[in-house]
């Protein structure tokens, strides 16, 4: 039997069954029952320093002034 043989039925057998396996414990990790709060951290993560939004006179952090000076 020539290598790509044997490597085909590799990947047609064990591989496909071993890449399922790991699909489906990504799954169950992901949708577990303790991860609600994890995942909702992470969707607010982007808003955590906001206290409030920015006036229409106030520049942003990073943002070039009107005279094009940082």
């Excluded at 303790?34 to 808003?47: E, M, P, T, V, Y």
Aim: proline content about 6%; overall charge positive.
């Amino acid at each position: 039997m020539e290598t790509y043989s044997a490597l085909r039925a590799f990947a047609d057998s064990w591989m496909l069954l071993a890449m399922t396996l790991f699909f489906v414990g990504v799954l169950v990790w992901a949708f577990r029952p303790g991860s609600r709060q994890a995942h909702a951290d992470s969707a607010n993560l982007i808003f955590r320093n906001d206290d409030r939004p920015a006036g229409a006179g106030q520049a942003t952090r990073g943002a070039p002034s009107k005279e094009g000076r940082p």
